[in-house]
Structure formats: C-alpha cells, structure tokens
C-alpha cells in the first residue's frame, strides 16, 4: 500500500502549469571561479551512480564539481523545496510559528515515521509529504506563484491541478547551481523574508552539530519516466567559513537497490568534503 502511494505520488502528470522566469546566479557568468575536481568523479564513480557534486566556498566564491553542465541542468526540486514552502508557509501565515503541530489523520502513510502528529522541525526532518501538501494546499497556487516568484525560486509551472505535488513530478525545474544561489541569497539575508522566519528556518533546517561544524540541508527524491533523481542540498558551518553544497544523482540501473541510492546522496555529498579538508 505504502510503495503504490508514493509510486502515484510522484508518477503522476500534470498539464496546463504556469512557468516562472528565473534569473541565472551571477557568478555562473564568470569561469573565473570555478574548479573541476576529478577527485569528486572518482567518489562518483565508487558509488556507482551517475551526476554531479557541486561545492561553494563563500570566502573564495570558488565553485567545486566534478562535471559543471550536470549542474546547470534543471531537475525536478523533490523534497528540497520544503525549504522553500517552509519559508513560504510561513511568510504567509499558513505555518504560524516553529511550534506549530501537523496532525496525524489517522490513515496509513508511507513512512512510519509520518504516523503522528509533528511539530514543524520532524516535519521537515522526517520529510513529511502529507504535511507540506497541507502547507501548499492553503497556500493555494495565485500565492504560491507569487512567493516563489518574490524569492526567485527554479523554473516552477503551479496550478490548480498540481498545487499538492507540482515539485515532485511534472515540468517544475532547478539546478544545483541555482538551489546554491538560492541558499546563498537565504544565507546572506537577501531573500524578501522577515528575520523571524530567517530564524525559524535556521532551526529547522539544521540537521548535525558539531564542536566542528553545523550541518543543515535537505534531501529529495523523484521518479520520472522510471528514472529516480535524488537530492542533497545545503551547507555547512566551519568556523568563520561557510560551505554551500548541492548533490544531484541518479542510478545508472534501474536495477539499483531504492534504499541503497537514498543513502548515496548524503554519502557522497559528505565524502567530498572531506575531500576537501572541510571536515574530518
């Protein structure tokens, strides 16, 4: 019951959308600022997966990957736009605050885990598809135009008809160079958001503290055309130092074990920067 759920969850099509516009990150103008790393392909090639290792250091505005026009292709967001309907939740009111409560329904979910009621932080921790199609669905498609418009989000077609899943299946697209300038831009305050919401997001979005670092990120996962696509997007805190990362795969078999290709997202995104000295 569970795998025919998310089988119709993100095989589904949805027609008639509105496509944003979406201006490029400045520095992909530049090839100043940019580092082919074979280091990364190798890590790549281990796993035995297909795609692309983006890295962003802020202080040397250098980007890190081992294949450049991997990145720059558009894929579907998955569950990495919880970031981005997190902030829009709550800019809008919809989500009132970091403590409030998703109800469980009672019906059986895909996960366990989503079994329960979940304050906004498991939400997103637990990526909570029910939930965030709440969050969407009072949003509603004229607002959530317009939010993703004002923080200049990907290339997202939103409608009526697909206000529930327009991020995990249809024509809605970012590239890891744009999730980076996303994050950048939320980072750095320059997104048109309140500094409470900058706050709240913060929190949730922090998955891993060291004495070391601060690790916060986002994985996603969709299906199209029975090829999965997996995400691993966010950065990392090294002292006075900031990293950006987005981490974009897929399985060179169809063949490839589901579970052991989720894993490989945050595997592969941890072991190049390690790599790159950032952690240990």
């Not at 500094?195 to 994985?219: F, P």
Request: hydrophobic share 35%; proline share 2%; glycine share 4%.
């Amino acid at each position: 019951m569970k795998t025919y759920y998310l089988l119709f969850l993100i095989l589904s099509i949805s027609s008639c959308r509105q496509q944003h516009k979406t201006n490029l990150p400045v520095a992909l103008k530049s090839e100043d600022n940019i580092v082919l790393k074979s280091e990364f392909q190798t890590i790549i090639d281990s796993a035995n997966v297909n795609g692309a290792i983006l890295i962003y250091d802020l202080h040397k505005n250098i980007f890190y990957s081992n294949d450049f026009e991997w990145t720059k292709q558009g894929k579907l967001p998955a569950s990495t736009f919880k970031i981005a309907n997190t902030i829009i939740g709550l800019e809008s009111g919809v989500i009132e605050s970091d403590s409030t409560i998703f109800k469980w329904d009672g019906d059986e979910k895909w996960l366990d885990l989503w079994e329960q009621d979940l304050v906004l932080h498991e939400a997103f921790q637990f990526s909570c598809v029910p939930c965030y199609q709440q969050v969407a669905a009072k949003i509603g498609p004229q607002r959530m135009n317009e939010y993703v418009d004002k923080i200049q989000y990907g290339s997202l077609k939103i409608d009526s008809d697909n206000i529930t899943n327009f991020w995990l299946e249809g024509e809605s697209r970012i590239s890891q160079m744009q999730q980076i300038d996303f994050l950048k831009r939320f980072y750095n305050k320059q997104l048109p958001i309140s500094v409470r919401t900058k706050k709240i997001m913060r929190d949730v979005m922090l998955a891993e503290e060291t004495k070391n670092y601060k690790l916060s990120g986002k994985t996603g996962l969709s299906n199209s055309n029975d090829q999965y696509n997996g995400w691993y997007v966010g950065f990392i805190e090294v002292g006075d130092n900031i990293y950006f990362f987005a981490t974009n795969l897929e399985p060179k078999t169809n063949e490839t074990n589901l579970q052991d290709f989720i894993k490989k997202r945050k595997e592969v995104t941890l072991s190049a920067l390690k790599e790159m000295k950032v952690i240990e």
